[in-house]
């Protein structure tokens, strides 16, 4: 007699193995092709080679691409996080009048400053404002596009540090600020890194904001240098493209590791922070 049990892990297994095999396949063209001596859209290794590396490194626009893609990411980095942290804190901590309707608003259009609904005003913006063909005008459109996601996060931070230390702070003397930055800031540190880390990657593979407001190819960042890998018959240049998008996930599956590593992805309270 059949155990029900294993006969329905078997059907478990054999229907979920095309569906990590449509997730797995992408994977494994990134891995498998940038080394191979013919590729092409199949997962084949037909020969190992660092050819396809060495034309990626030969083609200044791929190399200026990486130094352009870290200045955006560093820098929206930096502007996001300082802002949302600032903002988190007053939202979380002061009350004041129309501040309900504020966060209403952030959630309301936090999905579309950035979106594709809102490209074309934010274009006229920043054509009025002389930005465009302009890093800084890249810089602060993603920027205001990825700052209400991070301010929510930090705010729920914020949220779980109770308000006892704050007061006990106050009484010794010290200022909203010095509460700031002596209290806040330590122990939402692990929520700091998380929106480092979400902003970070989501300017690093960004591609319509910066496709839509850079003309110069000398000005483009990774994920739109990888857009001009076409011959002059606009037949695309395989090898170059996986070899460019394997070096292209370098960066953050580095930042990842390295954040994992020294800090992990365990969150905590105030209590225990």
Known sequence: MRDPR?????????????????FVSPILWLIVTPF???PSLFISLSGFTLNNFARVFQNRTAINAFRNSLVISVSVVVLVTTCALLAA????R?????RNVLLYMLVLFSSVVSGAAAMVPIFILNLRLGLINTELGVILTLSGGIMPTALFILKDFFDSIPRTYEEAALVDGSSPMQVMFRIF????SKGI???AMLVFTQSWSNFLVPFVLLRSTSKYP??????TFFSEVGVPDIGM??????????PVIFAYLLIERKFGFSFYGGIKG
């Open 193 to 195: 890194i998380v929106i």
């Open 6 to 22: 294993r006969t329905s892990k078997i059907v478990s297994y054999i229907l979920l193995a095309p569906i990590v095999a449509f």
């Open 94 to 98: 002061h009350d004041f009048k129309g």
């Open 36 to 38: 191979s001596i013919r």
């Open 185 to 188: 800031l330590p122990l939402s």
């Open 241 to 250: 493209i996986s070899a460019y998008s394997l070096l292209y996930t370098v």
């Open 222 to 227: 990774v994920s739109v240098a990888i857009y």
């Open 89 to 92: 804190y007053v939202l979380s």
